[in-house]
């Protein structure tokens, strides 16, 4: 599931006075994902360290004069570029102190953005719509430059964006209430223009983001009235030719974020990922009418994957860089890391296990001095403190390796340092932190163990089992990779924690078990909980109920089936398979499962593993209605019920085949007895339930009785 | 206004008697109601449905069938006898045996002059009505099978009789058999049984209707003696039909307590061939419908659950009218407990015996809506079983408890109670004077000195009492000589005037002082319900049947100014809008100017300081006025306090020390106590 860490601020910020805008024009990436450089609304541009929240450089213009556009850093050059008062265009290098010194130069017609992808050439687009790239400009600052927009057309939005090696610049307008949008490509020059399809009348949108995947830029824009809407543009639609007609752009309702009242003012939308979406400035769906929230929202199942409260005015700004989203909120740019893992539906329903949700609530405003000098973690804390994180970074970064450097590392080294890697992360990281990792952890160790049959890392991949952070959505190899290597202590982790087992695996599952030589079973090592409920269950065929206060003879101790032969006990008192066996099966009958998808499997079982399967289903009934039945405490064992499904689906699938089978004939006659008991108990309690009902209407019924004395008042 | 203490009873388990047999009297509007304990009560439908009068019942004469002749009212019962009603003593006038067996129905001939009864013997008897009784003229011929249901044909020269499994027509002039009429048993089990007709009605067109036990209403020709058209509409029986005047509607009543309405119309638009039609069912009984009456604009219908229900036909009322509303009677428009105010005590009448109960004690306080605990639960001290075959008709209380008095039709009983700590001895009052022979309405004077009786032509008896004897003293009697009786009595708190209401609706004041009559308020059309004397302003409060409210200064005889003005602003339409009459009125000794009446579904209290609610103002604001800061409150509230929070009273009263004492009556309580219904329909049965 998706997840906001902890912020921390990066500078602080000079709002206008009525709050109206954050101060901020621009944040760009400068050389590496932890540098940004910032561009306030006035006049200064400043180069940020993220991690460090230090400013390594700033730059100003003179008096008077207005920065007009973000500043970018153009990373082929090592230079920025920025535009002051519309026409001049700065251009300086990180040793240039003062700006009035460095390169401008004077350009015919007012700039809307520079745009600089990182590794890109720096492209210059004019508020009339016209793009240049900034090595062809300057050659001729004063090249005449033609109108693309339409009178009162003015650009909203802009975008450099590189697909495929073709560099794009993408940008809406407003006219009169539409709104159009224009995608650029530069070398060759083609212009596509799409006209936006008009949501309630008067308004438009508040914010756009693009993205590009899949040869085609997605462009999400979100209205005020909270829906969020995407629209597919391809990259290589044809090129329009000069005025001609804009093209209507299909669109997509993607979200439809709550708006609890009126219309939102200031909010933004800004893609994450394929699945994910950062809102700010909305309402959280469980909070009231507050829109100063940032959420994450998972686009694919419409759910909210994680929200934070931002302290003071939100202005509808979000920029995010390298897993930081930039929000400028109150006096503040706040810096909030976050982690977008590989969705599935159980973590998007929240269906995993997992302590996320009170994790993300929990405060560390208060560093632990432990941590920053010694590096270490003192007291396990649940909470991730960016602090923390980074002294981890600084202290431990020669002997350990980042999450992203284990993935790589496993996927070329050898079975013991993965396995050494893995556990020393595993054992390093707070698991909340790395929980979104440990999906493609898994998922990376399993492809690798499938591609090359010598590697297999049982114990790493039970450990990973055992964080409880993942479902079979997630990994969806690795039961049947644990099955493949007979690894049956992870099957039989997998089945417990995995919440999302589908049935067709639990039925290989089943078939796998059914069908081991018990030799073989009981050299798995097994959780010993199950199978000590599983030895109290067998110890008990010769009708000992000696566990009684206490008091248990020891000769029974550890009894299994071998050593019962000399004691004439009648055939289904005996279990019919071996104790690994045996816990291995109790596991199958606890996973949850819908029938009808379930049947379908269950019929590829041969006759003589169904066989065997329902006398051990039998067995296990027998012991468990008994009223001495041992409940254990807090162990996982098959209810009853789970049984008795079990027995009926397996005689649904199979039914044929049991009765024209001679050596069924007297189980069949035992179950048949075992249903028909569960059915009077159940008539019996239907029953009940009648009388439990008319008790209940009795309660609710206020019963004056004969005589009260009670006081009213008239008014 | 306050808070009040209030004693919810609930252990008055009253239980009314079932409707047997009813008559309706189109001319003078008056509904005649027969229950299964033999009383019987007229209703006055011109009246707001007042019950006017009971005529208490007697052990061993039920009625079986009533008829109107004229005025006079005539019953017949299964003890065999002939009954004739004295509607102004409340009384059995005289009996007539018919030496037929037990009678099952009874039916006069359109001029009033005969009268029919059908015998269990198989014979219909000829009664002629005379001046001032019945005598026997004719059998007509003897059938074998009893004689269930009669009908009269309107000439006179005709009757149709039900019996088992056929109906006949008689000639009434030969008594000759005219025809059979064979009807059909029912089918599968039933068809062993014997199919009882067990109503018939004779239309002017010769066309005769029948119900029968087999579920069936069945269309004859009664000149060609052939079945018309056989409807089946129950599974059980049906009990009771009624004809509309006119002959244009018809009803009937089932076991399973629906009323089905046929109708005489074209079947077709435009078709001028009338036939009877099935057009209509009503439900408002959960059990039998056992007697109905079709009047011009309403079913009336009275079965085993005790109810009367009027259920007016859409189609003759003006819709949304107070006349278009489904009435329900449950209760007597008569007090049944009377409350000993000083003493806190309850009295509690049945037809069989009286009740003596103390209330309970809390010494608790307790916020608006709590319950206090009860540190003393109410004790029943005595049961009084009547003695004799006749049924109580009135009792009283009085206020200090220490006098207790209640009078059947053939005497008056008196006991002197007496409390020692918590022993309570009774002793019957031997010698009471010879004038005093029975009552319709019993009263004792605010400190117990006196015992008011109302007798014959609406005089009272005055009787004083002391420790041990009591003592004739005289007989009011008004000036107008009305011959209905008294049906209510009001002696004022300070002994000085008694007032009395009949049902010719005069109420006489008279001065206790003087013991002759002080004057008469002045006539009003409506029926009063209930009348008291002001303790403080000597001013006389009377309700009346249509909802109206009174006051007349006793003083200046005449209406008071609060009187006039409400009179001249008008009640306010909710308030007229009620369905059931005000039984009992009476006032709050710490505030004179607090009235406190109530009727069946709640109680009221009317302060007469505050301004009376305009047409527009909201009646029950009780809810607002709780809502509201309580300095707004004055803006909002006016005269008429009504708490609807108790519901089904029997009584309502005020305690000397200020508690309020409230006596319900639930009717789930009373539906809970009928045997089980024949055939209760359920879903998907």
Not at chain 1, 296 to 313: C, S
Not at chain 1, 671 to 676: G, R
Not at chain 2, 513 to 528: A, E, F, G, N, R
Not at chain 2, 634 to 647: G, L
Request: proline letters at 5%; charged letters at 20%.
């Amino acid at each position: 599931m998706a997840a906001l860490y902890e912020g921390y601020t990066l500078c602080g910020l000079a709002p206008a006075q009525n709050l109206s805008n954050s101060g901020i024009q621009g944040i760009e990436e400068e050389r590496d994902s932890d540098h940004v450089v910032v561009t306030d609304s006035t006049r200064s541009v400043m180069l940020y360290k993220v991690s460090d929240q230090k400013p390594l450089g700033s730059w100003t213009v003179k008096q008077g004069q207005n920065l007009t556009c973000p500043a970018v850093f153009n990373s082929q050059t090592k230079e920025y570029v920025a535009v002051s008062d519309n026409k001049v265009i700065r251009i300086w290098k990180e040793e240039d102190i003062l700006l009035d010194k460095a390169f401008k130069a004077t350009v015919s017609s007012d700039v809307w953005r520079v745009h600089c992808v990182h590794g890109g050439e720096p492209v210059v687009l004019f508020q009339r719509g016209a793009v240049r790239l900034l090595d062809s400009l300057l050659a001729a600052p004063q090249q005449p430059i033609n109108e693309v927009l339409a009178e009162e057309e003015a650009i909203r939005w802009s975008i450099n964006m590189v697909a495929e090696t073709q560099q794009f610049v993408i940008f809406t307008t407003e006219q009169k209430g539409d709104n159009f949008l224009y995608v650029q490509r530069l070398n060759p020059n083609t212009l596509q223009r799409y006209r936006l399809e008009k949501e309630e009348p008067g308004i438009s949108p508040l914010s756009f983001s693009a993205s590009f995947r899949d040869q085609h830029i997605r462009l999400l824009y979100l209205y005020p009235n909270g829906h969020m809407y995407q629209s597919v543009v391809s990259v290589r639609g044809p090129g329009a030719e000069e005025g001609a007609q804009a093209l209507p752009l299909p669109r997509s309702l993607l979200l439809a974020l709550p708006v609890s009242e009126g219309l939102l003012e200031a909010a933004s939308a800004l893609v994450l990922d394929e699945a994910h979406v950062a809102v700010v400035g909305v309402p959280h769906p469980s909070a009231g009418a507050g829109k100063d929230f940032l959420c994450i929202w998972n686009a694919n199942f419409q759910t909210l994957q994680a929200g934070k409260e931002m302290a003071g005015k939100i202005y509808g700004q979000l920029w995010s860089y390298s897993n930081k989203l930039f929000i400028p909120h109150g006096k503040t740019l706040s810096v909030i890391p976050y982690e977008c893992p590989k969705s599935s539906l159980a973590s998007a329903l929240g269906k995993l296990r997992q302590a996320q949700a009170e994790e993300s609530k929990a405060p560390a405003l208060v560093p632990s001095w432990n941590n920053i000098l010694h590096g270490e973690k003192v007291q396990p804390s649940r909470t991730v403190d960016t602090r923390k994180t980074r002294t981890n970074r600084k202290t431990q970064s020669t002997p350990s390796l980042t999450a992203d450097q284990v993935l790589e590392l496993i996927k070329t080294a050898s079975v013991e340092e993965v396995q050494k890697e893995v556990e020393g992360l595993l054992s390093r990281v707070d698991i909340q932190v790395l929980q979104p990792s440990v999906g493609q952890l898994a998922a990376t160790l399993v492809s690798r163990s499938l591609a090359d049959p010598a590697f297999y890392t049982p114990t790493t991949l039970a450990q990973i089992v055992h964080t409880q952070c993942l479902c079979h959505s997630v990994c969806p190899d690795l039961v049947l990779l644990a099955l493949e290597r007979k690894d049956y202590f992870l099957c039989q982790l997998c089945l417990q924690f995995f919440p999302d087992i589908p049935e067709a695996v639990t039925c290989a599952c089943l078939k796998a078990f059914i069908s081991i030589p018990d030799v073989d079973a009981e050299k798995a090592s097994l959780d010993p909980d199950s199978i000590s409920f599983m030895e109290t269950l067998m110890s008990r065929e010769c009708g000992q109920v000696g566990l009684q206060n206490g008091f248990s003879p020891t000769s029974f101790e550890g009894g299994h089936s071998e050593d019962k032969e000399t004691t004439p006990i009648p055939p289904e008192q005996i279990c019919p398979v071996g104790l690994h066996k045996a816990v291995l099966l109790n596991e199958v009958l606890q996973t949850a499962y819908s029938d009808t998808f379930l049947l379908p499997h269950l019929k590829d079982l041969c006759s003589q593993h169904v066989v065997l399967f329902l006398q051990y289903l039998q067995f296990l009934y027998q012991r468990c209605s008994q009223d001495s039945f041992p409940q254990m405490h807090g162990l996982r064992s098959p209810s009853l019920n789970q049984i008795m499904d079990w027995v009926c689906l397996v005689l649904d699938a199979h039914f044929t085949v049991l009765v024209m089978t001679p050596e069924a004939k007297g189980l069949l006659l035992n179950l048949h007895s075992f249903v028909k008991s569960q059915v009077r108990l159940v008539s019996e309690l239907g029953k009940i339930e009648g009388s439990l009902q008319e008790l209940n209407k009795m309660k609710v019924k206020k019963d004056v009785g004969q005589y009260s004395i009670e006081v009213i008042e008239l008014f | 206004m306050g808070e009040f203490k209030v004693h919810r009873v609930r252990f008055f388990d009253y239980m009314p008697s079932a409707i047997r047999a009813m008559a309706f009297n189109s001319r003078s509007e008056r509904l005649a109601v027969a229950r299964a304990d033999g009383a019987v009560e007229v209703f006055n439908f011109a009246d707001n449905y007042f019950q006017e009068k009971v005529i208490p019942g007697q052990d061993g004469r039920a009625a079986e069938a009533l008829c109107w002749v004229g005025q006079r009212l005539f019953s017949a019962g299964l003890n065999g006898e002939i009954t004739e009603y004295d509607l102004e003593n409340l009384m059995p006038r005289y009996s007539v045996a018919a030496y037929g067996g037990p009678i099952w129905t009874i039916s006069s001939n359109s001029q009033g002059t005969l009268l029919a009864v059908g015998c269990e013997d198989g014979t219909v008897k000829i009664f002629e009505v005379l001046e001032e009784r019945i005598q026997f003229k004719k059998n007509l011929d003897r059938q074998k099978g009893r004689i269930i249901s009669l009908s009269w044909h309107p000439s006179s020269a005709l009757i149709v009789a039900g019996m088992m499994d056929m109906i006949r027509i008689f000639d009434a002039e030969t008594g000759h058999t005219t025809h059979r009429l064979l009807v059909e048993r029912g089918v599968g089990a039933s068809k062993s049984r014997e199919v009882v007709v067990w109503s018939v009605a004779f239309l002017s067109d010769h066309t005769i209707i029948s119900g029968d036990s087999a579920g069936k209403v069945q269309i004859w020709d009664g000149l060609t003696g052939t079945l018309v058209r056989a409807h089946l509409i129950t599974k059980w029986d049906v009990l009771a039909l009624s004809v509309s005047q006119d002959e244009s509607s018809l009803v009937a009543g089932t076991s399973e307590g629906t009323i089905i309405q046929f109708q005489f119309i074209s079947s077709t638009v435009g078709h001028k061939d009338k036939e009877w039609v099935r057009t209509r069912t009503f439900k408002n009984h959960l059990h039998d419908v056992r007697a109905l009456a079709h009047t011009d604009t309403a079913v009336v219908s009275g079965g085993m659950d005790t109810q009367l229900v009027v259920r007016p036909l859409l189609d003759k009322v003006e819709k949304n009218t107070q006349e278009s509303a489904l009435r329900k009677i449950a209760f007597p428009h008569k007090n049944l407990v009377c409350c000993a105010k000083k003493a806190g005590l309850l009295l509690f009448q049945f037809p069989e015996h009286l009740e003596l109960w103390r209330l309970g004690e809390s010494d608790g306080y307790g916020k608006p809506g709590d319950s206090l605990p009860v540190k003393r639960k109410p004790e029943k001290l005595i049961e009084l079983k009547r003695k004799g075959e006749d049924h109580i008709c009135c009792s009283a209380l009085s206020p200090c408890g220490g006098w207790m008095a209640y009078s059947t039709l053939s005497g008056v009983r008196l006991y002197r109670l007496q409390h020692n700590n918590n022993n309570i001895s009774i002793t019957k009052v031997s010698k009471l004077p010879k004038d005093l022979s029975s009552a319709r309405q019993l009263c004792f004077s605010s400190d117990s000195s006196k015992l008011f009786a109302s007798s014959s032509h609406s005089s009272v008896i005055v009787v004083a009492l002391n420790q041990s004897e009591c003592k004739y003293l005289h007989t009011l009697k008004p000036k107008s000589g009305s011959r209905q009786p008294v049906h209510l009595l009001a002696a004022s708190d300070d002994g000085r005037w008694l007032a009395t209401a009949n049902t010719d609706c005069e109420i006489h004041v008279y001065s206790l002082d003087k013991l002759k009559l002080h004057c008469t308020v002045p006539v009003y059309s409506s029926c009063p319900t209930a009348i008291a004397i002001h303790p403080v302003t000597s001013s006389l409060i009377v309700v009346h049947a249509d909802q109206q409210i009174f006051e007349y200064s006793l003083a200046r005889k005449e209406y008071t100014e609060w009187s006039r003005k409400l009179q001249k602003q008008g009640l306010h339409s909710l308030w007229l809008e009620r369905d059931t009459p005000v039984t009992h009125v009476t006032f709050n000794p710490r505030n004179p100017a607090h009235i406190v009446l109530h009727d069946t579904f709640m109680f009221c209290i009317i302060d007469q300081s505050l301004p009376l609610p305009e047409a527009k103002t909201l009646l029950y604001n009780q809810m607002t006025l709780r809502s509201v800061p309580e300095s707004e409150r004055i803006r909002h509230s006016h005269a008429f306090k009504i708490c609807k929070n108790f519901q089904h009273l029997m009584c309502v009263s005020l305690l000397e020390d200020h508690s309020l004492v409230i006596v319900e009556r639930p009717l789930q309580d009373i539906m809970s106590q009928l045997p089980a219904p024949v055939r209760q329909k359920k879903f998907a049965t």
